[in-house]
């Protein structure tokens, strides 16, 4: 199993970028995926996520700028950035969940650096 995150760099403020996330040994339709960002010094957080039924949701830091996307065809997830503010800089993860049983199949990618920066 492969996620291959993509699509990172430096972006001035309220510049756009979008990242890719292209998946490889999973049945990527039936998986959730999620994109998360870890800026420096801080947790982990949660930025926004689609579901196998393309139910998307968004960290609140990010809604109205932010939007995730999939496409089963290509096996890849997307996250548009819009509107980017300094405070969006961080690695960005891409994590594939797909429920089974009592847990999780649950897989990572291995992050994408975005800088927003003047």
């Known amino acids: 199993v492969q996620l291959q995150a993509s699509g990172g760099g430096l972006v001035q403020p309220g510049g756009s970028l979008r990242l890719s996330c292209a998946a490889s040994?999973?049945?990527?339709?039936?998986?959730?995926m999620t994109w998360y960002r870890q800026a420096p010094g801080k947790q982990r957080e949660l930025v926004a996520s689609?579901?196998?039924?393309?139910?998307?949701n968004y960290g609140d830091s990010v809604k109205a700028r932010f939007t995730i996307s999939r496409d089963n065809a290509k096996n890849t997830a997307y996250l548009q950035m819009n509107s980017l503010e300094p405070e969006d800089t961080g690695v960005y993860y891409c994590n594939a969940r797909f429920r089974l049983g009592g847990g999780y199949n649950d897989y990572w990618g291995q992050g994408t650096l975005v800088t927003v920066s003047s």
């Open positions: 040994g999973i049945t990527f339709s039936i998986y959730t």
């Open positions: 689609i579901s196998s039924g393309a139910s998307t």
